[in-house]
């Protein structure tokens, strides 16, 4: 069943996508590309995706710590899939192989880079010991965004995820998928889409919320500024929070004085959250 809560719709947020693909195109020269290419399928290394699997915002990846590796290399280390549009892992300073960690999956905002989703969290990763991973989008905003399908981002995260379970010992009561703008209303669409896999959700100033099924009941954070004029505040999270809390949903909401933007004390209150609350093993 299709649901979709929010901003997406109004006119302003398409205007908003337009500027931001003009300037993209026009600063940074590049041609977008899908890591998908025509076809059903597409092969990279050793993995193969059906694209048409991913439809409805399924991702297929779960943490496996029989896989763990004992060597590893800490800081931030590209997630080598993509040679034009790629992302990062980062591994906190006292990870340990033997010790399950808590994993946040952290994601741009329309016409942002990896590097702005690895940010968002960075400097509360080594005193949390929180394995981040930080993709980019294939186009200038997420799938569901620019092109109003679920598709060449879910493969992506798809594979991303797959790395860091294969490679890291991941506590699956604490993962987190993240974002600011664009990135904080793709968090909600995959993570409620997701609530099987994702334990929390963690969106600074989302717009929207579009799910095709749901699986799970995971956390969620959202904060918004009240003078937040990209992303109003009215059609955005104080249409969204009500809705989750009626569909049964935890959700801490914090409104803060402020524009479309991130204060440290917001974030660092999302990462307190995150960090004291487990939920319920069915």
Known sequence: MHQELGYKT????????FCVLLI???????????????GTEKKRGDMITNRSSYDTGRLKARPNNATAKN?????????????????FIYVPKNYKPSRPVALALMLHGAGGQAEHGLSLLRNYADDNNIILIAPASRAASWDIISSNIFGPDVIFIDQALTVAFERYNVDPAHIAIGGFSDGASYALCLGLTN??????????SPGFVHTIEKKGKPRVFISHGNQDRVLPIDPCSRRIVPQLQRQ???????????AHEIPGNISSSGVEWFMRNIPEQP
Request: charged residues 15%; contains cysteine.
């Open 24 to 38: 993209s195109f026009s600063l940074v020269g590049i041609t977008v590309t899908c890591t998908i290419k025509e």
């Open 248 to 258: 049964g949903l935890q959700v801490n909401y914090l409104e803060f004085n402020g």
């Open 71 to 87: 060597s590893f290399v800490a800081g931030v280390q590209p997630l080598a899939l993509d040679n034009r549009k790629d992302g």
């Open 195 to 204: 609530g099987d896999l994702f334990t929390h959700v963690i969106a600074f």
């Open 10 to 17: 109004n006119c302003n947020t398409f205007f908003r996508l």
